[in-house]
T-cell receptor, first 111, second 117 residues
Framework: AQTVTQSQPEMSVQEAETVTLSCTYD???????LFWYKQPPSRQMILVIR??????QNATENRFSVNFQKAAKSFSLKISDSQLGDAAMYFC????????FGAGTRLTVKP | GAVVSQHPSRVICKSGTSVKIECRSLDFQATTMFWYRQFPKQSLMLMAT?????????EQGVEKDKFLINHASLTLSTLTVTSAHPEDSSFYIC?????????????FGPGTRLTVL
């Protein structure tokens, strides 16, 4: 079974600073996708960034980037120049046949 | 990006009644949709995979007779909570994968908050 682990229940960052959220996963598959989703208080799941396992290059989306270490099964999210609107729950997710989520990390952004 | 809708967004029902939740992919077809349950301050737990034209696949521990899933078309999946009880109160979310030249991406509905009195 595939499992996704987020070891940081809560993280805090000062506005304009950089924060890294950790995620590890366990799988025997060779072809899969990894995602970071943001869930604000509205509870709508918003896609932040995605990574195909077959790609060695780390995905980036504006202020969001990942550090994908396939051998280590690690997929961390870096948020640069943090903004107040980044405050939310962040879920790491793995997709092969179906999607599995980590427990989530609550990010607080301090003004 | 692709849009997935859910209806209703909130529902309150009496214990023992059945509630139907709809999940629609608005601008793409989805042969597969997924249903999740999320308790307060917890992660999303996959309940079942809805397959168009065939039976749904349920995760271990999920009662298929209680949570009926019907994937009626390539854009609609429904989850019916039968004989609902207060412990079924939760936030239910559906998702649908869209396959593009960049691979699969899951798009999520806005969720349905079910309260069983």
């Amino acid at each position: 079974a595939q499992t996704v682990t987020q070891s940081q229940p809560e993280m805090s960052v000062q506005e304009a600073e950089t924060v890294t959220l950790s995620c590890t996963y366990d799988t025997s598959e060779s072809d899969y996708y990894l995602f970071w989703y943001k869930q604000p208080p509205s509870r709508q799941m918003i896609l932040v960034i995605r990574q195909e396992a077959y790609k060695q290059q780390n995905a980036t989306e504006n202020r969001f980037s990942v550090n994908f270490q396939k051998a280590a099964k690690s997929f961390s999210l870096k948020i640069s120049d943090s903004q107040l609107g980044d405050a939310a729950m962040y879920f790491c997710a793995y997709l092969a046949n179906d999607m599995r989520f980590g427990a989530g990390t609550r990010l607080t952004v301090k003004p | 990006g692709a849009v997935v809708s859910q209806h209703p967004s909130r529902v309150i029902c009496k214990s023992g009644t059945s509630v139907k939740i709809e999940c629609r992919s608005l601008d793409f077809q989805a042969t597969t949709m997924f249903w999740y349950r999320q308790f307060p301050k917890q992660s999303l737990m996959l309940m079942a995979t809805s397959n168009e034209g065939s039976k749904a696949t349920y995760e271990q521990g999920v009662e298929k007779d209680k949570f009926l899933i019907n994937h009626a078309s390539l854009t609609l999946s429904t989850l019916t909570v039968t004989s609902a009880h207060p412990e079924d109160s939760s936030f239910y979310i559906c998702s649908a994968p869209q396959t593009s030249g960049w691979g699969d991406t899951q798009y999520f509905g806005p969720g349905t908050r079910l309260t069983v009195l």
